[in-house]
């Protein structure tokens, strides 16, 4: 079993910062690529930010150059630094993650969703 917990969503103004984190925890000996996620109200869910288990990253057109997804591998952690917030970025955002577990000769993936947090960005 594996889970998938995000914090540091918040109330904050536009041109603000926040530091989304995602903690993996339960069965796992690996935590592969990762991607940020948000729904907006009324809005389709979006890929925010991705990063692979080699820290390649990829990024939506709508926060590049605003947003940086980083990992810590030996924290199981994945954080989303957003900084120059804008009220367009309000939403849910969801951690998503591919993680490993091995066993005596095989090795089964498991595709995990955290809660959410949620992000409001005042005008």
């Known amino acids: 079993q594996v889970e998938l917990v995000e914090s540091g969503g918040e109330l904050t103004q536009a041109g603000g910062s926040l530091r989304l984190s995602c903690v993996a925890s339960?069965?796992?000996?690996?935590?592969?690529?990762v991607g940020w996620y948000r729904r907006a109200p009324g809005k389709q869910r979006e890929l925010v930010a991705v990063i692979t288990n080699s820290g390649s990253t990829n990024y939506a057109d709508s926060v590049k150059g605003r947003f940086t997804i980083s990992r810590d591998n030996a924290k199981n952690t994945v954080y989303l630094q957003m900084n120059s917030l804008k009220p367009e970025d309000t939403a849910v955002y969801y951690c998503?993650?591919?993680?490993?577990?091995?066993?005596?000769?095989?090795?089964?993936?498991?595709?995990?969703w955290g809660q959410g947090t949620q992000v409001t960005v005042s005008s």
């Open positions: 339960g069965d796992i000996d690996s935590i592969n690529n």
């Open positions: 998503n993650a591919e993680t490993g577990k091995r066993g005596s000769g095989y090795y089964t993936t498991v595709d995990s």
